[in-house]
């Protein structure tokens, strides 16, 4: 193990009843990369993220985050950590507004005790300020910022896609788990998600794990690539070395194929 | 020892009933993940649709098994009925609002039945007539065996056998076990869920009607709010045994039984009522989906 | 502290002048009908952080007011701190104690069923409330199924109806900061989805068991404001029907709107009042057909209730401040 691994997985099995659902998984993320995890449907990369960020518990194996592990930890733990991650199908807290959605993301332990709340103390006046100002920011890097009061529900799937990563932005995470951040997106918007995705890695100095699809978001940003199938990690690289690899290829062919 | 082998026999009878209704709940939440609560009227219902049916067939001036088939099979055609009913017009139309909004409902038919009830029936207790005579069969000793006893036990073994046949050898059987596994795949499948939810409630209304004879016979004072804590100690009993599962509900309501008649014959009777409730808590506190239940995990 | 000094002003002249407007306007019984009011406030928006905010739902809410009820009562009975001209101090003290106790109440039965789903809480909820009942119910020391006599009560009309608006009118400020602050985006995000919530880091069961015992505190000190009002306690008074009560104001007037339960309290308190002429010529309790009836009609045709999770203020856009 480097001394710059952040995130780590090491002979990470999980079974549900007697079905495996993954068997020894090896993967390492190093603090600033960028990472894809790809493979095709069903191969088990969103249960990957589900033990990553707390929502299942591993069978066996170790996960470590910054040199602790995160075995037995809830999911509110992990996040604060500095995990946080997006959902494939998304969970933004749709009958509430943009805002308040990324106030939840800045909540934690609660910024600010009971009695700070109840007597509109300084810290409570403080901390309102300070996250309607991080809420702007936020907003405005992905250029939403006019949909700040807008209920998080209403809005179109794109805009739905990129609030959620803002939401998790506004967790101040180290490591970004991003599910299929370009599902249902089209080819243009799919391009400025990719740009995003860059910038937000530098202006925040992040590390990212992203499932996807689509390849050519994998291909073109990501620095690293892990290849699940059936459970199991049968190659990672770099992307070019990814796209040459036998077994990947037979993957992707002998079952649904993505658009490679 | 004698005394406790009555207890005992007591405890399986008054289990038998609570397992009956609780079969009711489990099946219901096993399809809609709703705690009937209107379950324990449509049993209300079934007593006083025999106290009223007797006005005019007297039945109870010749007790006897003609009757008692009679009795049974009119009361689980009126609870069938009232049970669709409620189905039909109280919760179908909120299929797929929040799982709160239903339960609200559950919680308002219960109260609009009980209340309405008592406009209707009046709220002073009434008889309910002996379709059955109770006789003195066996006796050792001190334990005294009553037909009533046998009658109960027997007829509650023999509705859960049909059930459990219905349920696990018939093809509409088949179809239930689909719609409670997964409701879109039951349906892309060509299953009518709506029909199949519907005759899960003629089933569960069913068994209550059948329950509700039964008490009859055995504690024949009946009144419009008879329903409401023996159908929460029945929902106990389902919980205990893990809500959804047939063999669960069972077991459930045997051991609420038994619990019960323990704690009044060897405490005191006042707390038989908080028992059910206390129980309830161990078991969500110690193991939460029950003894037959699967804990399920929200698919992510 | 400068502004809880102005919030605790405004809270003081806000209950004298309530009561100085109802002791020169209304005879004694509209007066008492305004304290009820005040108690069905209390009742109605504490249980709406549980049920309404947080989409949980508890049935147990007569329970933890029949905690704080007697605690309260029990209190005045064998314990003044003030005395003399002072003493009307002494009631909020009761109140704050009663409180105190159902929330630890509220405690012990949210930390294990608040883990499992909410309809759980539903029964666990109604167990509690029973179970509460049946323990009154066999403890002579309290007057056991006779109930408890000679509950001491502010002396006059004016002091009593001071005393249950200052009550209302805290347990509203408390509640309105606390949905307005960090918590009550923590309590909806709960109520929205809950494994979202947990993954941006909001502990949710620490926030429903958090929401449970504040609900349950107020439930007490309703309870508390109860005891002193009726001067007389029995359990029956506490029966699952009170709870039944509390929640169908919550719903009517929109689970998720203060403003709605204090709307809906108020209502639910006077209909009884205005039914009552129909009720002695029927000579059947219709009150409860029509509030069930009302219960199902409104999940199926406006299951938001009366003003869904709106509040007063998004009626007076000119004050719009803050996250809301």
């Known amino acids: 193990m480097s001394a710059s691994s952040l995130l780590s997985l090491k002979q990470t099995s999980i079974q549900f009843g007697g079905l495996k659902v993954l068997t020894d998984l090896n993967m390492e993320v190093q603090s600033g990369e960028l990472v894809g995890l790809i493979g095709p449907n069903g191969a088990g990369k969103t249960t990957v993220f589900n033990i990553i960020s707390g929502i299942y518990a591993p069978t066996s194996g170790e996960l470590t985050f910054r040199g602790s592990s995160l075995l037995g930890k809830k999911p509110f733990e992990v996040s604060r950590e500095g995990i946080v991650r997006t959902f494939q199908n998304i969970r933004l807290f749709s009958t509430l507004s943009v805002v308040q959605n990324i106030g939840i993301a800045m909540h934690k332990a609660g910024p600010y005790s009971f009695w700070s709340a109840i007597l509109r103390s300084k810290k409570y006046h403080s901390f309102e300020d300070q996250f309607l100002f991080r809420a702007k920011e936020l907003l405005e890097i992905f250029g939403l910022s006019h949909l700040a009061e807008e209920e998080a529900g209403s809005l179109p799937y794109g805009i739905q896609r990129r609030i959620e990563i803002i939401r998790a932005l506004a967790a101040s995470p180290k490591l970004l788990l991003l599910d299929e951040p370009a599902a249902g997106l089209n080819h243009s918007e799919t391009e400025e998600l990719m740009g995003l995705i860059q910038k937000i890695r530098e202006q925040f100095q992040l590390s990212v794990l992203l499932i996807e699809h689509d390849m050519k978001l994998v291909m073109g940003i990501c620095e690293k690539i892990f290849v699940l199938d059936h459970g199991e990690i049968i190659a990672s690289g770099r992307p070019e070395e990814i796209q040459e690899n036998k077994k990947v290829i037979e993957a992707y062919l002998g079952s649904e194929s993505a658009n490679v | 020892m004698e005394d406790f082998l009555q207890h005992v026999l007591n405890g399986l009878n008054l289990g038998a009933i609570y397992a009956l209704i609780a079969l009711g709940y489990t099946m219901v939440y096993g399809v809609l993940q709703l705690i009937n609560f209107a379950h324990a009227e449509v049993y209300m219902l079934g007593a006083f649709s025999i106290y009223y049916s007797n006005k005019w067939l007297h039945l109870s001036d010749h007790p006897g098994w003609t009757s008692f088939v009679i009795s049974i099979l009119i009361a689980v055609m009126v609870c069938s009925l009232v049970g669709l009913t409620i189905e039909r017009l109280a919760y179908r139309p909120l299929r797929g609002a929040p799982r709160l909004n239903v339960l609200i409902t559950a919680i308002g038919v219960s109260l609009f039945l009980q209340f309405s009830g008592q406009a209707v029936f009046g709220a002073d207790p009434k008889l309910f007539p002996q379709v ?43 179809a239930i076990r689909a719609v409670r596994h997964s409701r879109s795949s039951a349906s892309l499948m060509g299953i009518n869920v709506d029909l199949m939810i519907s005759l899960v409630f003629v089933l569960g209304s069913s068994l209550a009607g059948v329950g509700a004879v039964l008490v009859g016979l055995k504690y024949p004072k009946i009144d419009p709010l008879m329903g409401m804590l023996i159908g929460l100690k029945a929902f106990v009993a389902a919980v205990l045994g893990g809500i959804g599962s ?17 704690v009044v014959a060897y405490l005191s009777s006042t707390y038989r009522d908080a028992l059910a409730f206390g129980l309830l808590i161990v078991i969500l506190v110690f193991r939460p989906s029950g003894l037959f239940g699967k804990y399920e995990v929200e698919k992510v | 502290m400068k502004i809880l000094r102005s919030a605790l002003l405004w809270l003081i002249l806000f209950s004298l002048g309530m009561a100085a407007f109802s002791q020169g306007i209304l005879n004694p019984y509209q007066q008492l009908i305004l304290s009820y009011i005040a108690i069905n406030v209390i009742l109605a928006t504490s249980l709406n952080l549980v049920n309404g905010f947080c989409g949980q739902f508890s049935l147990g809410h007569a329970g933890f007011m029949a905690v704080g009820a007697y605690v309260s009562a029990v209190l005045s009975l064998h314990f003044k701190v003030f005395t003399g001209s002072l003493d009307f101090l002494n009631f909020p003290f009761y109140a704050l104690a009663g409180g105190s106790v159902a929330a630890v109440a509220g405690w012990l039965v949210g930390m294990p069923s608040l883990k499992l789903r909410g309809d759980y809480l539903a029964i666990v909820t109604l167990g509690f409330g029973e179970i509460i009942r049946v323990i009154l119910l066999n403890m002579e020391s309290v007057g056991g199924a006779r109930g408890l006599y000679g509950v001491p009560g502010p002396t006059n009309f004016f002091v009593g109806t001071a005393l249950a608006f200052f009550l209302a009118g805290g347990t509203w400020l408390v509640l309105w900061r606390l949905t307005q602050s960090s918590f009550g985006r923590a309590f909806l995000s709960v109520k929205e989805d809950e494994v979202a919530s947990e993954c941006m880091g909001v502990n949710t069961t620490q926030t429903k068991v958090f929401a449970f015992v504040v609900s349950s505190f107020f439930a007490g000190v309703g309870g508390s404001l109860f005891a002193h009002t009726t001067n007389y306690l029995n359990p029956a008074s506490f029966q699952f029907m009170k709870s039944v009560d509390v929640v169908i104001m919550v719903v009517l007037g929109g689970m998720g709107s203060l403003t709605g ?14 039914l009552r002429p129909l009720q002695e010529y029927t000579g059947v309790d219709l009150r409860m057909v029509i509030y069930s009836l009302s219960l199902i009609l409104l999940m199926i045709l406006r299951p938001q209730g009366l003003l869904g999770s709106r509040e007063w203020n998004s009626f007076f856009p000119f004050k719009k401040r803050g996250a809301k």
């Open chain 2, 132 to 174: 059955l005579q109770d006789k003195d069969l066996i006796q050792f000793g001190q334990i005294q065996i009553r037909s009533f006893d046998l009658t109960i036990i027997g007829v509650s073994l023999a509705a859960m056998a049909l059930l459990h046949f219905l349920i696990h050898h018939t093809k509409m059987g088949m």
């Open chain 3, 261 to 274: 339960s204090v709307l809906a309290a108020i209502f639910v308190t006077i209909l009884p009042e205005a």
């Open chain 2, 246 to 262: 047939l063999p669960g509900a069972v077991v459930g309501g045997l051991l609420m039984g038994l619990s019960e008649e323990m």
